[in-house]
Nanobody, 115 residues
Framework: QVQLVESGGGLVQAGGSLRLSCATS????????MGWLRQAPGEQREPVAT???????NYEDSVKGRFTISRDNAKNTVYLQMNSLKPEDTAVYYC?????????WGQGTQVTVSS
């Protein structure tokens, strides 16, 4: 069973920055397709950013130019650098890993952006 552990969430003022981390002990991390998703209260979970095992990235339109997803295969960790945060970025952020037909989720980390 692959475990994903997120960290780095918190409370920040609008315009500020946070960096989320998602670590796993799985030795197969470098083969995983990784992503960050978020869920605001009363809303459905939505994808924010993804990164392939080759390092190709994709972003949801509202975060393009502000968020950056990256991975460090030596540390089995994926990151989400979030800059110029807005109140509408407030949500629980989840780390997601896909390997073949298997999918894994972290427990989520709260990000709150005050205006």
């Amino acid at each position: 069973q692959v475990q994903l552990v997120e960290s780095g969430g918190g409370l920040v003022q609008a315009g500020g920055s946070l960096r989320l981390s998602c670590a796993t002990s799985s030795s197969a991390f470098s083969t995983f397709f990784m992503g960050w998703l978020r869920q605001a209260p009363g809303e459905q979970r939505e994808p924010v950013a993804t990164i392939t095992r080759g390092g190709n990235t994709n972003y949801e339109d509202s975060v393009k130019g502000r968020f950056t997803i990256s991975r460090d295969n030596a540390k089995n960790t994926v990151y989400l650098q979030m800059n110029s945060l807005k109140p509408e970025d407030t949500a629980v952020y989840y780390c997601n890993a896909v390997s073949g037909l298997s999918e894994y989720w972290g427990q989520g980390t709260q990000v709150t952006v005050s205006s």
